[in-house]
């Protein structure tokens, strides 16, 4: 079954860096783009990034642009999110999210690991 | 990209059904026909209900439905249940290339 594990959150100090991954497993990892979502304590969902199946093309929200970078291994079926020059407002739960064939959408989700921005 | 508009909260009784509207703009959800539907319980990972505008994935109840008119998406809910409480948020792609989501939507069911 088709199964995301997040993991690499914590508490992180204004302006510093964080890297998160999410370890994929259960489908073949390099058939599919692949997304980041957040989500505030309290708040909505918040789309981060996404990364193309091949790797080759990769977008990411106006938000964390110039700040955050998505990538894959596709050799460790693994993604991650650089999260450099961090805010408070970054703080949230992280959701990596596999994006169904052709579907433009996320098909499964991770359980989420939660990244804290605080002094 | 500013959020999509939803509802904050709707409220319906069990058995009924209930529509929760999301409108964007020409730039998103009147631009293409992917927009999709989640549903997120308190501390849970949100689940796809609906893809391209009006698919289901397997294993979602055919009680959910959904459909497009212009740059206004619609989930629409039948005979609900005491499960269907939940948030609900819609999501589409947008000529940038990215994705954003509605500000969600809380479902009570009385």
């Known amino acids: 079954q088709v199964q995301l594990v997040e993991s690499g959150g914590g508490v992180v100090q204004p302006g510093r860096s964080l890297r998160i991954s999410c370890a994929a497993s259960?489908?073949?990892?390099?058939?599919?783009?692949m997304h980041w979502v957040r989500q505030a304590p309290g708040k909505g969902l918040e789309w981060v990034a996404v990364i193309t199946y091949d790797g080759r093309n990769k977008w990411h929200a106006d938000s964390v642009k110039g700040r955050f970078t998505i990538s894959r291994d596709d050799s460790k079926n693994t993604l991650y999110l650089q999260m450099n020059s961090l805010r408070p407002e970054d703080t949230a739960v992280y959701y990596c999210?596999?994006?169904?064939?052709?579907?433009?959408?996320?098909?499964?989700w991770g359980q989420g690991t939660l990244v804290t921005v605080s002094s | 990209q500013s959020a999509l508009a939803q509802p904050a909260s709707v409220s319906e009784s069990p058995g009924q059904s209930i529509t929760i509207s999301c409108t964007g703009t020409?730039?998103?959800?009147?631009?293409?026909?992917?927009v999709s539907w989640y549903q997120q319980h308190p501390g849970k990972a949100p689940k796809l209900m609906i893809w391209?505008?009006?698919n289901r994935p397997s294993g979602v109840s055919g009680r959910f439905s959904g459909s497009k008119s212009g740059n206004t998406a619609s989930l629409t809910i039948s005979g609900l249940q005491a499960e269907d409480e939940a948030d609900y948020y819609c999501s589409s792609f947008t000529t940038s290339s990215t994705w954003v989501f509605g500000g969600g939507t809380k479902l009570t069911v009385l």
């Open positions: 999210g596999r994006d169904g064939s052709g579907w433009w959408a996320v098909d499964y």
């Open positions: 391209g505008v009006s």
């Open positions: 020409s730039s998103d959800v009147g631009g293409y026909n992917h």
């Open positions: 259960g489908f073949t990892f390099t058939r599919h783009a």
